[in-house]
């Protein structure tokens, strides 16, 4: 299956994370709600995620050092939306919002 | 770095939906759609890990990411009747900003990136990415984190469950802040 890869370098898959990246940044920067502002998130954790499975393969690592990293940001991943979840949640029954412009109430 | 045209057939397709579907994230105005598009892209890029040698990790990734944590977005989007919810006109100013703001992030990796060009996969080594291997480099060498894991689990779960717990002066903060925006 993989002979097809012979002429794929390693660069090719960091502009492609790296697109993916940029992508969850603008999202992260532009939209107003917070549950796509979550999802942003996640979509730049996954391009990581991505970047270290490539460098994984690429590098011939026997013990797969790359991919348990991947593995334990998908860990640290999935705690943090359940979390972010729950306040969006609290947020929202306190103030019927999830436009995070709206939680400015700090500033006065 | 090598012509476009050169490139493997399947890469090309499958980092093609998966940038189209993360656009589609990033602008659709309607979160569920957000939600289904991030679903597509979290496939594609399973499709990718199977590609690139790590059997395990696309299983992992369907299973906790398009499975778990996705349905868990569906339900507070469900929970919260935010489906129809539009958002307000941002100016165009924002837009802007935020383009310009993560353009300069994607041209300034790429150029860091430039020269790292040199590598062509080796030989596919075999069973890497399979369970048999990772389960016993998880069990010794990264056996520390892995019951780490376990007790960030148990504290967001705590943590998950205190934040969602109903209180029960919620309608006097909702009054209060009424009174605070009038």
Redesign the interface.
């Known amino acids: 299956?993989?002979n097809?890869?012979?002429?794929?370098?390693?660069?090719?898959y960091?502009?492609?994370s790296?697109?993916?990246?940029?992508?969850?940044?603008?999202?992260v920067?532009?939209?107003?709600?917070a549950?796509?502002l979550?999802?942003?998130i996640?979509?730049m954790l996954?391009s990581v995620?991505?970047l270290l499975?490539?460098f994984?393969?690429?590098m011939?690592?026997?013990?797969?050092?790359g991919?348990?990293f991947?593995?334990?940001i998908?860990?640290?991943?999935?705690?943090?939306?359940?979390?972010g979840?729950?306040?969006?949640?609290?947020v929202?029954?306190?103030?019927?919002k999830?436009?995070v412009?709206f939680l400015d109430?700090l500033k006065d | 770095?090598?012509d476009i045209s050169?490139?493997?057939?399947?890469?090309l397709i499958l980092?093609f939906i998966?940038?189209l579907s993360?656009?589609y994230?990033?602008t659709s105005k309607n979160?569920v759609h957000?939600?289904l598009a991030?679903i597509l892209?979290?496939f594609s890029?399973s499709a990718?890990?199977i590609?690139?040698?790590?059997q395990?990790?696309a299983i992992?990734?369907l299973m906790?990411?398009a499975g778990?944590?996705m349905v868990?977005?569906l339900f507070?989007?469900m929970?919260?009747n935010?489906s129809k919810?539009s958002?307000?006109i941002?100016s165009n100013l924002?837009?802007i900003?935020?383009?310009i703001?993560?353009?300069m992030?994607?041209i300034t990796?790429?150029a860091a990136?430039q020269k790292?060009?040199?590598?062509?996969?080796?030989a596919?080594?075999e069973g890497?990415?399979l369970v048999k291997?990772?389960g016993r480099?998880?069990m010794t060498?990264?056996l520390v984190?892995f019951e780490l894991?376990g007790i960030?689990?148990i504290?967001?779960?705590v943590?998950?469950?205190l934040?969602?717990k109903?209180e029960k002066n919620?309608e006097e903060?909702?009054d209060l802040?009424n009174k605070?925006n009038a």
């Open positions: 299956m993989l097809v890869f012979h002429n794929l370098e390693i660069s090719h960091i502009y492609l790296t697109v993916l990246f940029s992508i969850g940044l603008f999202g920067l532009f939209r107003r709600n549950i796509v979550l999802m942003c996640e979509l996954n995620n991505l499975a490539a994984t393969e690429y011939g690592d026997a013990n797969a050092n991919q348990m991947v593995f334990f998908m860990v640290v991943a999935a705690a943090e939306a359940a979390v979840l729950a306040i969006l949640v609290m929202y029954r306190n103030t019927r999830t436009d412009s109430q | 770095m090598s050169n490139l493997p057939l399947p890469f980092s998966t940038i993360a656009l994230v990033v979160p957000s939600v991030l892209t979290f890029i990718h890990y590609l690139l040698n790590a395990f990790l992992v990734n906790v990411y778990a944590i868990l977005f507070v989007l929970l919260l935010l919810e958002e307000p941002k924002w837009g900003a935020a383009s703001a993560a353009g992030v994607l990796l790429t990136f790292s060009g040199i590598a062509v996969m080796p596919p080594s890497i990415g291997n990772l480099v998880l060498e990264y984190p894991s960030l689990f504290s967001a779960m943590g998950a469950v934040l969602g109903r919620s903060l909702v802040n605070n």
